[in-house]
């Protein structure tokens, strides 16, 4: 059974930084291309990031593209988000999300969620 | 960035009824490149539909996907006391930014 669990969300001041991490099981991780998705509370979907299987291509929202860096160690089957220079409108629920094989742009799986409160 | 506009906001109906949901692109969507997802109360997405019109793995056949270019419709054919829910379309072009719908609140009359 697939399985995505995010961790490293909590409070940070705004300026600060965080690394959200994402570990995975129950498939090939090294074969499939992988998404950060957004949700402020209350509000609707926005997608972060993408990074391919070998992680040799990246694409970031304008919305935090020099702020936030995807990574993947497909030795550990774990994909990671660091966010630096954090502002109030970057509190949200940090998912992370598989895309549908040979479907990009497309989550099939999705973790629960990282709640990430960017507030002084 | 293409946009995108779902309607109605809320859709307020009965079980067994059937629901009709709309998703405007503000520009032609590439390839018919729209998926459907499904989002309940505290739970993660789940992914409905894609292609427009293909239904993902273990997805009912009472949801069905339909639309090109620019518009775009999620039906539910008979709706279930669990679909009750918030439904979002999301465009996936060749390039990102992929973007989401504002979101269809499908609740019970």
């Known amino acids: 059974e697939v399985h995505l669990v995010e961790s490293g969300g909590g409070l940070v001041q705004p300026g600060g930084s965080l690394r959200l991490s994402c570990a995975t099981s129950?498939?090939?991780?090294?074969?499939?291309?992988m998404n950060w998705v957004r949700q402020a509370p209350g509000k609707g979907l926005e997608w972060v990031s993408y990074?391919?299987?070998?992680?040799?291509?990246?694409y970031y929202a304008d919305s935090v593209r020099g702020r936030f860096t995807i990574s993947r160690d497909n030795a550990k089957n774990s994909l990671y988000l660091q966010m630096n220079s954090l502002r109030a409108e970057d509190t949200a629920v940090y998912y992370c999300?598989?895309?549908?094989?040979?479907?990009?742009?497309?989550?099939?799986?999705w973790g629960q969620g990282t709640l990430v409160t960017v507030s002084s | 960035e293409i946009v995108l506009t779902q309607s109605p906001g809320t859709l307020s109906l009965s079980p067994g009824e059937r629901a009709t949901l709309s998703c405007r692109a503000s520009q032609s969507v590439s390839s018919n490149f729209l998926a459907w997802y499904q989002q309940k109360p505290g739970q993660a997405p789940r992914l409905l539909i894609y292609g427009a019109s293909s239904r993902a793995t273990g997805i009912p056949d009472r949801f069905s996907g339909s639309g090109s270019g620019t518009d775009f419709t999620l039906t539910i054919s008979r709706l279930e006391p669990e679909d009750f829910a918030v439904y979002y379309c999301q465009q996936y072009g060749s390039s990102p930014p992929w973007t989401f719908g504002q979101g269809t609140k499908v609740e019970i009359k």
């Open positions: 990074i391919s299987s070998s992680a040799t291509t990246i």
């Open positions: 999300a598989r895309d549908l094989v040979l479907v990009r742009g497309v989550f099939d799986y």
């Open positions: 129950g498939f090939t991780f090294s074969s499939y291309e």
